[in-house]
């Protein structure tokens, strides 16, 4: 999979309010399915396919517990993160660059003015 089918992958995963709050959950600590559930107030069903679409782009991954292999516990995965943190620096630059410009356009038009 591209690099932009990846990134358009994990924009899709965080445009649900639902999975954007799964994952400033996580941010803190990992956490069991049901406890994701219990803190949505949503079934364990509705919550298993959220934490699919988060598993299926790489945001997430899960680990079962020992004591019980039905039990999974939920963690954030930093590679896909760093991706799209990457994305966004290049964005922030490409901008930062555009805002430079204008501004060093407008100190020039203002010097020519100028009497």
Do not use: C
């Not at 922030?92 to 009497?115: I, N, V």
């Amino acid at each position: 999979m591209g690099a932009a089918r990846r990134l358009d992958d994990t924009f899709a995963a965080l445009a649900d309010p639902t999975r954007r709050g799964v994952i400033d959950l996580l941010r803190d600590k990992p956490h069991r399915a049901g406890d994701l559930a219990a803190a949505f107030d949503m079934s364990p069903p509705a919550m298993s396919r959220h934490l699919r679409v988060l598993r299926k782009t790489g945001l997430v991954e899960e680990e079962a517990v020992e004591e019980d292999a039905r039990v999974k516990v939920y963690r954030l995965r930093p590679e896909r993160f760093s991706e799209l943190r990457a994305w966004l620096d290049e964005v922030e630059s490409y901008w930062g660059e555009q805002l430079q410009a204008f501004k060093e356009h407008a100190e020039r038009t203002r010097a020519k003015k100028r009497p």
